[in-house]
């Protein structure tokens, strides 16, 4: 049985840092690229990172230059690094895992999600 655990969210003041981690049991992270979504009050769920089974990595434009996601196979665990947080960066913020044979980022691509962990950029 997968289960993808994030852990990490809470509140920070915008400028601010937080790390949210993703530990994956049931799938190594080698074998399938591991993503990161977030979801804010009343919008669709949208793609943020990504760390591709054999390593290549994707941002979503809004987030490049600030996000920094990364993967630990040893401990079969995505991090989502988020540096330099602004309010609108405000969301849930999903896991997700899957052998993605479309664009990396439609989140039909993935089959494994996490519970979710919530992020809030105060003003």
């Known amino acids: 049985q997968v289960q993808l655990v994030e852990s990490g969210g809470g509140l920070v003041q915008a400028g601010g840092s937080l790390r949210v981690s993703c530990a994956a049991s049931g799938l190594t992270f080698n074998s399938y690229s591991g993503g990161w979504f977030r979801q804010a009050p009343g919008k669709e769920r949208e793609f943020v990172a990504v760390?591709?089974?054999?390593?290549?990595?994707n941002y979503a434009d809004s987030v490049k230059g600030r996000f920094t996601i990364s993967r630990d196979n040893a401990k079969n665990t995505v991090y989502l690094q988020m540096n330099s947080l602004k309010p609108e960066d405000t969301a849930v913020y999903y896991c997700a895992g899957g052998r993605l044979s479309g664009t990396y980022d439609d989140p039909h691509e993935y089959n494994y999600w996490g519970q979710g962990t919530q992020v809030t950029v105060s003003s």
């Open positions: 760390v591709r089974s054999f390593g290549v990595i």
